[in-house]
């Protein structure tokens, strides 16, 4: 049986650190996408208000197989 894969680009953010934005993000991607086969991270950066770090965003890859 042949897999194919796809990968969808999110972004997701978190006030205290970026493994809590990862981890935000991979949850909402779990709701509503199944197969989920990994993530690979391509981008942090942070937020910043008033001197101070306000966000921690990552720019992530979830890959996936199609259901046949």
Same mark, same amino acid.
Not at 13 to 19: M, R
Not at 32 to 58: D, F, M, N, P, W
């Given at each position: 049986?042949? *897999?194919?894969? /796809? @990968?969808? =680009? ?10 809590? !934005?990862?981890? !935000? ?5 779990? *709701? $509503?996408? *199944?197969?989920? $086969? ?6 942090? /950066? %942070? !937020? %910043? ?7 921690? *965003? %990552? /720019?992530? =890859? %979830?890959?996936? @197989?199609?259901? $046949?």
């Amino acid at each position: 049986m042949d *897999r194919i894969a /796809r @990968v969808s =680009e999110i972004i997701a953010g978190s006030p205290h650190s970026f493994d809590d !934005a990862i981890r !935000a993000g991979f949850d909402r991607a779990n *709701r $509503t996408l *199944r197969g989920i $086969t990994g993530l690979r991270i391509l981008e942090q /950066r %942070v !937020a %910043v208000s008033e001197g101070k770090i306000s966000e921690y *965003r %990552v /720019r992530m =890859e %979830v890959i996936f @197989v199609l259901e $046949t």
